[in-house]
């Protein structure tokens, strides 16, 4: 029965599957339904009370609505908003003159730009935005989506200022730099690879790569090599900032090299959508990106770069125990220093310098929730399915049923539990929280280095996320395919599939590495 049960653990999941990638189910419906059968499993065969099953799924909900949707409309509002001023025409206008070639935008704004978001924000930001540009600049929706989910897999990790790893740090014991260290060796081919990818598939075939292979590797290059001597000496909380940052100056420079180079036809930037700007006349190229401007100046004031304002700011939070199950801790919300509301005030500060009045920002934010609808309930319902999954049990049983199944060959398969965990919370933060531990003392079972196989817990949850239905709803409702996430999930899933098979091979083929890592 233990078996059994354990294999049962994995029906949520097949069925998220199922319904998304064969039936091609709307997201919510899928989700609603999967939340129906976790229930239904965890009180007939885990014996989960009731009142447990119920409160678990009310933290699901709580923790779904902030920080998590929260952030993800403020970062639509704010595209929406700087389409109705027009700055989007001014932005699409600036982008085209550093570089008309489709796969070098690709290469700006979904790897450096999504990678910087990534680094100090977090929760969607980093598919929503960049993938709302894109589209914006007249890049196929769906396409759209698939490159910043690509470039989204691995920035994960230290996403946040570091939010995940240092997580995992508390939640294993292991010592904060060697394991930083160790988790960016391991993503790091993943890192050099990545813009290639990205550029295969938002071209449509490794024939994109022709005359963009120099730029493309400088992207990769300009990324990890910061990465490494970021996590080596100061550890996780700045590693992907600085190393977004470095590959973005990098990979302008390259894209000024090759201005004035003729770009074939069917790379070229399309004009997009018609210019908005109407009786605002024309706008200044400062003014139309000082929303995005003010992200990153008020992501960084309030992040804990800045300590005194970090620590001000944090000051208001509550914490509340939700769930009444016996493994639930407290749920903490921040009010005030959450990349929602930092971005919220950006784009309303932003949007009153561009002349965009109280009505024209109630009248965007009303049309942002409406078409946030649907993704709001896909998220409710997906971190509901993750609260009870992990309170019942269920997760814990499925990761021990890897770690009896495997013994010594566990690294191998390493990366595929934590893509699982990472599938159903949509989160790398709670991914670590789920199965960091269990990495790490999997690892110390079979004698391979706990440190290792944590980081391989960080390399999965990454690729796990990009197929989340979490992260699915988040890009479609930044590019305007809300109901559609069947459509994202089938473009993503063979990258994220190939991905994941490199991923236990490199884990487990590896590990003599990591002596030499960790000392």
């Known amino acids: 029965m233990p078996l059994l049960m354990s294999i049962l653990t994995l029906l949520p999941i097949v069925w998220l599957i199922i319904a998304l990638a064969v039936l091609k189910m709307p997201g919510h419906r899928a989700c609603l339904i999967a939340l129906l059968l976790t229930a239904v499993l965890a009180l007939t065969l885990w014996k989960?009370?009731?009142?447990?099953?119920?409160?678990?799924?009310?933290?699901g909900f709580a923790a779904a609505l902030w920080p998590i949707i929260l952030v993800i409309i403020a970062a639509i509002f704010t595209y929406n908003l700087s389409l109705r001023t027009g700055a989007m025409d001014v932005i699409k206008r600036m982008l085209s003159n550093v570089s008309g070639d489709r796969r070098v935008i690709i290469l700006l704004i979904g790897w450096c730009f999504g990678g910087f978001l990534e680094g100090m924000a977090g929760f969607g930001t980093a598919v929503a935005i960049p993938a709302g540009m894109l589209a914006g600049m007249g890049m196929d929706p769906v396409l759209s989506c698939l490159v910043c989910m690509l470039a989204n897999?691995?920035?994960t990790a230290f996403g946040s200022v570091?939010?995940?790893?240092?997580?995992?740090?508390?939640?294993?014991?292991?010592?904060?730099?060697?394991l930083a260290f160790t988790t960016v060796v391991e993503m790091a081919p993943f890192m050099i690879l990545m813009p290639f990818l990205m550029v295969i598939a938002g071209g449509g075939g490794v024939k994109a790569l022709k005359g963009v292979v120099g730029i493309?590797?400088?992207?990769?290059?300009?990324?990890?090599?910061?990465?490494?001597?970021?996590?080596?000496?100061?550890?996780?909380?700045?590693t992907v900032v600085v190393g977004s940052v470095v590959s973005l100056a990098c990979t302008l420079a390259m894209a000024r090299l090759r201005k004035g180079k003729p770009v074939p036809a069917?790379?070229?930037?399309?004009?997009?959508?018609?210019?908005?700007?109407?009786?605002?006349?024309?706008?200044?190229?400062?003014v139309a990106f000082l929303p995005f401007l003010l992200i990153?100046?008020?992501?960084?004031?309030?992040?804990?770069l800045v300590p005194p304002v970090n620590s001000f700011l944090s000051q208001f939070a509550s914490s509340f125990k939700i769930s009444t199950a016996e493994t639930a801790g407290l749920t903490s919300f921040?009010?005030?220093?959450?990349?929602?509301?930092?971005?919220?005030?950006?784009?309303?500060?932003?949007?009153?310098?561009?002349?965009?009045?109280?009505?024209?920002?109630?009248?965007t934010f009303l049309a942002t929730l409406k078409q946030m609808s649907r993704t709001i309930v896909t998220i409710m319902a997906v971190l509901a399915v993750a609260k009870i999954m992990t309170y019942s049990g269920m997760i814990s049983d499925m990761a021990g049923l890897f770690v009896s199944i495997t013994g010594v060959f566990y690294p191998f398969v390493s990366p595929i539990i934590a893509a699982i965990g990472a599938f159903v919370t949509g989160s790398g933060t709670?991914?670590?929280?789920?199965?960091?531990?269990?990495?790490?003392?999997?690892?110390?079972?079979?004698?391979?280095?706990?440190?290792?196989?944590?980081?391989?817990?960080?390399?999965?949850?990454?690729?796990?996320?990009?197929?989340s239905p979490q992260c699915i709803a988040t890009a479609v409702a930044a590019v305007g395919l809300v109901g559609q996430d069947s459509k994202v999930l089938s473009a993503v899933l063979k990258w994220a599939l190939f991905m994941l098979v490199l991923a236990c091979i490199l884990v487990g083929c590896f590990q003599w590495l990591a002596p030499y890592l960790v000392g």
Do not use: H
Request: hydrophobic share 50%; proline share 7%; with cysteine.
């Open 334 to 363: 921040s009010w005030v220093n959450t990349p929602g509301v930092v971005i919220f005030v950006a784009a309303i500060i932003g949007g009153v310098v561009q002349k965009a009045g109280a009505r024209l920002m109630w009248e």
């Open 162 to 178: 570091g939010i995940p790893t240092t997580t995992l740090v508390s939640v294993t014991g292991l010592d904060a730099i060697p």
């Open 430 to 467: 709670n991914t670590e929280v789920l199965l960091g531990r269990l990495q790490s003392e999997a690892a110390t079972a079979i004698g391979a280095s706990p440190y290792w196989l944590a980081a391989a817990n960080s390399v999965g949850a990454g690729i796990g996320k990009i197929l």
């Open 216 to 238: 493309t590797l400088v992207a990769g290059l300009s990324f990890v090599v910061p990465e490494l001597a970021v996590s080596y000496f100061l550890g996780p909380e700045l």
């Open 48 to 59: 989960m009370p009731p009142v447990d099953c119920l409160t678990s799924a009310l933290e």
């Open 153 to 155: 897999a691995f920035p």
């Open 296 to 304: 990153f100046v008020l992501l960084l004031l309030t992040s804990k």
């Open 266 to 286: 069917e790379y070229q930037m399309s004009s997009g959508q018609p210019a908005q700007t109407g009786e605002r006349g024309t706008m200044s190229p400062v």
